[in-house]
């Protein structure tokens, strides 16, 4: 009882905090895309000259796999702009729908060398990189897009708050025994945040590959 009650107080949090950022980033206009998260002001001194320089919330390092066994790490990504998410190919639920959507962000940028996509399973003990690889298969996905296994509990720390403003538990409570939310998350070539979309509404998807282009053409 406790655990349950644990897991549905932390899913109502986490989707408070989402709808607070879908609904801020998709009243951003034509403004310059906001670094989302906690910042951190620092100052230093060099010969007696105090600077101040701000420190952004940035994705924590991590190595996963992916579906054709390669390792994925921060510094194979450095300098790409990338969407990330959280899935399960068993998911009875959202994840199809949120599968369809990121085909179309796919489709849209597989020509596109400067971005790629990151869709985490968090279930890894079942989606070894060749159920991954049979599940991208089936999707169509074009090459830029990489399904990756890792830890549990790695996969879902990166999850929350300290990286994607996304979450995913592990909840017999849940359809699948796995909770995680439905939302893309755009991260640039910095490893900062950029935007956070709902991976089921078309209408959000259609925003991400927006900003996705307004950051390449920045570039």
């Given at each position: 009882?406790?655990?349950?009650?644990?897991?549905?107080?932390?899913?109502?949090?986490?989707?408070?905090?989402?709808?607070?950022?879908?609904?801020?980033?998709?009243?951003?206009?034509?403004?310059?895309?906001?670094?989302?998260?906690?910042?951190?002001?620092?100052?230093?001194?060099?010969?007696?000259?105090?600077?101040?320089?701000?420190?952004?919330?940035?994705?924590?390092?991590?190595?996963?796999?992916?579906?054709?066994?390669?390792w994925i790490s921060n510094a194979d990504l450095k300098g790409k702009i990338y969407l990330a998410d959280f899935f399960f190919t068993r998911c009875p639920t959202i994840c199809p729908i949120m599968s369809k959507n990121m085909l179309e962000v796919a489709k849209h940028f597989q020509h596109e060398p400067r971005f790629t996509i990151l869709s985490h399973t968090i279930d890894p003990d079942h989606d070894t990189p060749s159920v991954l690889k049979t599940y991208a298969q089936k999707l169509g996905a074009p090459d830029l897009w990489k399904f990756v296994n890792g830890p549990k509990a790695t996969v879902y720390d990166i999850a929350g708050a300290a990286g994607y403003f996304s979450f995913a538990v592990e909840s017999p409570d849940a359809p699948g025994d796995f909770d995680h939310s439905g939302v893309f998350t755009l991260i640039d070539e910095k490893g900062h945040v950029r935007g956070v979309y709902s991976g089921i509404e078309m209408d959000s998807v259609k925003v991400a590959i927006q900003d996705i282009q307004r950051l390449l053409d920045k570039r």
């Open positions: 009882m406790l655990l349950k009650t644990n897991n549905l107080l932390l899913g109502c949090i986490c989707s408070a905090l989402l709808m607070c950022l879908i609904g801020c980033r998709q009243s951003q206009g034509n403004k310059e895309l906001p670094i989302l998260g906690e910042k951190e002001i620092v100052t230093t001194s060099k010969n007696g000259v105090s600077h101040r320089d701000t420190i952004y919330h940035h994705i924590p390092q991590f190595r996963f796999v992916d579906q054709d066994s390669n």
